[in-house]
T-cell receptor, first 113, second 113 residues
Framework: AQSVAQPEDQVNVAEGNPLTVKCTYSVSGNPYLFWYVQYPNRGLQFLLKYITGDNLVKGSYGFEAEFNKSQTSFHLKKPSALVSDSALYFCAVRDGRDDKIIFGKGTRLHILP | DAGVTQSPTHLIKTRGQQVTLRCSPKSGHDTVSWYQQALGQGPQFIFQYYEEEERQRGNFPDRFSGHQFPNYSSELNVNALLLGDSALYLC????????????FGSGTRLTVV
């Protein structure tokens, strides 16, 4: 069965600095990988996905993620953080042979002004 | 173009009661997945509906049941409510297997007292 690990409960970054939110995964087949963001009392908003192709994926709001097959990781990155990026971020994975998407427990990103 | 619509937004029920939550998928989407998000946790997969049938199910008891209608909308039913069922219930829609990710609704906040 597939699984996702987000090792950090919270990440603090100063505004203007680069940010990284870590994610590792485990699947039997080829992975479909996703990042979502959640603001308070809201549903999840899609940021980006990796299905196949280039290992560096660009998404919404200046975010990008790097797929590393050997390390089974899919870390979320942004070159310059904004205070408005403060939110809860979820990494998710779907096994190519399965239909459901499994989410990590989330990482709270706090951007300091 | 409407996104995913969930109703009601908030609900308070008493232990032992039954509840029905509703979801209208995004236009063009035919698959609906339901997730439970407890406070401070990532979304947990409940089940997925496609072509009016439950296609896959997570580790939830039979008290959790669902339905999908010909117009692709869906209902989540929970019987014999427990205090532990208090959570944000998220509906996500996709076209087919969700290769390109899900679109989430804002959720229904269920409180069991």
């Amino acid at each position: 069965a597939q699984s996702v690990a987000q090792p950090e409960d919270q990440v603090n970054v100063a505004e203007g600095n680069p940010l990284t939110v870590k994610c590792t995964y485990s699947v039997s087949g080829n992975p479909y990988l996703f990042w979502y963001v959640q603001y308070p009392n809201r549903g999840l908003q899609f940021l980006l996905k990796y299905i196949t192709g280039d290992n560096l994926v660009k998404g919404s709001y200046g975010f990008e993620a790097e797929f590393n097959k050997s390390q089974t990781s899919f870390h979320l990155k942004k070159p310059s953080a904004l205070v408005s990026d403060s939110a809860l971020y979820f990494c998710a994975v779907r096994d190519g042979r399965d239909d459901k998407i499994i989410f990590g427990k989330g990482t709270r990103l706090h951007i300091l002004p | 173009d409407a996104g995913v619509t969930q109703s009601p937004t908030h609900l308070i029920k008493t232990r032992g009661q039954q509840v029905t939550l509703r979801c209208s998928p995004k236009s063009g989407h035919d698959t609906v997945s339901w997730y439970q998000q407890a406070l401070g946790q990532g979304p947990q997969f409940i089940f997925q509906y496609y072509e009016e049938e439950e296609r896959q199910r997570g580790n939830f008891p039979d008290r959790f049941s669902g339905h999908q209608f010909p117009n692709y909308s869906s209902e989540l039913n929970v019987n014999a409510l427990l205090l532990g069922d208090s959570a944000l219930y998220l509906c996500a829609s996709s076209h087919g297997l969700g290769n390109y990710g899900y679109t989430f609704g804002s959720g229904t906040r269920l409180t069991v007292v």
